[in-house]
């Protein structure tokens, strides 16, 4: 059965630094997500990405975030300039259509952590 | 706020009894999704339910939805240990891109 992906499982970067983590969305999904879950809360939402521009992104995802699609599988989310609160678990998710009616496939997560 | 909201926060039973967690919010919806969470792991997702949809079962779970309320319930029936987990309710509506806010979960124990 077809999934998510996601890599690296665990990143450690320290304050400051850039990270990029990746995600291979199901191959004929069109829709694709950023979700960040930091430890104990809940699941929020970061950005949805369609049509190779950003279809809808929350307060959260301020300048230092952003979303790429380099090639036709990878779903990239860049953190510029890393700071501790972005310590979080980051998952990717993916649906096959817009529209009313769409269940959405998340992969494994990537678990960042700031130092 | 957007957001679902779940009911209980927790909720412990013993093996073979049924569970139900609430959610409620508070916008207009395209649908609503359930998902379970494992301690430290991804989320799965159990049952979509759209707006013009009022139940929804799939195997040992059913889900309902009232939009009048603005409410949904998931069901667990005859629960087992391993149905030990978060459950998150998620809205998703349309706002000109698509969006899905989760709630802050249930966190459900099933005692053998």
């Known amino acids: 059965e077809p999934e998510v992906t996601q890599t690296p499982s665990h990143q450690v970067t320290q304050m400051g630094q850039e990270v990029i983590l990746r995600c291979v969305p199901i191959?004929?999904?069109?829709?694709f997500y950023w979700y960040r879950q930091i430890l104990g809360q809940k699941v929020e939402f970061l950005v949805s990405?369609?049509?190779?521009?950003?279809?809808?992104k929350s307060e959260i995802f301020d300048d230092q975030f952003s979303v790429e699609r380099p090639d036709g599988s990878n779903f990239t989310l860049k953190i510029r300039s890393t700071k501790l609160e972005d310590s979080a678990m980051y998952f990717c998710?993916?649906?096959?259509?817009?529209?009313?009616?769409?269940?959405?496939?998340f992969g494994p997560g990537t678990r960042l952590t700031v130092t | 706020s957007q957001q679902g909201e779940e009911d209980p926060q927790a909720l412990s039973i013993q093996e073979g009894e049924n569970a139900t967690m609430n959610c409620s919010y508070k916008?207009?919806?395209?649908?609503l999704q359930w998902y379970r969470q494992n301690s430290g792991r991804g989320l799965v997702h159990l049952i979509l339910?759209?707006?013009?949809?009022r139940e929804k079962h799939s195997g040992r779970l059913r889900v309902t939805l009232d939009t009048s309320k603005k409410s949904s319930s998931l069901l667990i029936t005859a629960s087992r240990a391993a149905d030990t987990a978060s459950y998150f309710c998620?809205?998703?509506?349309?706002?000109?891109?698509?969006?899905?806010?989760f709630g802050a979960g249930t966190r459900l124990f099933v005692k053998a």
């Open positions: 998710a993916s649906s096959p259509e817009p529209g009313q009616g769409y269940e959405q496939y």
């Open positions: 191959s004929n999904h069109l829709y």
């Open positions: 990405f369609y049509n190779n521009e950003i279809s809808e």
């Open positions: 916008t207009s919806i395209n649908n």
């Open positions: 339910i759209r707006s013009n949809e």
């Open positions: 998620a809205t998703a509506f349309n706002t000109g891109g698509f969006k899905t806010i």
